[in-house]
């Protein structure tokens, strides 16, 4: 029976309600014989390591023959947000001079990013990298981005 329940609800997806309800027997009987099938190492469960954000940085460069780039963790809350501080670190070792240009783009991502912040570039000029947008949409507003940028 660990086989089956196993295969049922692994194998083919079914869940936990419907292996009962085909099986005649009580949720909580699936749920101990699902866990019993993995102690018993009829299930076994594998996370695969993913390459890490330098791994993956490392290769855009490389495979783009790039100067630089950065990949970051997806942390829990505040996703784009979380772009900023790359993304300054970026601009930090791009040694901008005064009279340097900086293009700015639209989108959620170019939003949050501009309201988390960038570094102060004194003399660096930023100009909208696309025309103005016919969308009132907040993420569509390239040249308030280039304004607070």
Known sequence: MLHTVAKLHYVEEMSQVDIARRLGVSTATISRLLQRARAEG???IEVLDLA??????????????LRDAAVVETPAAGTL??????????????QLVAGSVVAI??????????????PRMPGVLTVAATGGMQQQA???QVNEFVRLA
């Open 42 to 44: 009829i299930v076994r």
């Open 81 to 94: 947000a979380a772009l900023a501080a790359p993304l300054g670190g970026l601009l930090r070792q791009a």
């Open 138 to 140: 907040a993420h569509f």
């Open 105 to 118: 783009g639209w989108g959620r991502a170019v939003r949050e990013v501009i309201r988390a912040g960038l």
């Open 52 to 65: 890490t954000p330098e791994d993956i940085t490392r290769q855009l460069i490389d495979g783009l023959k």
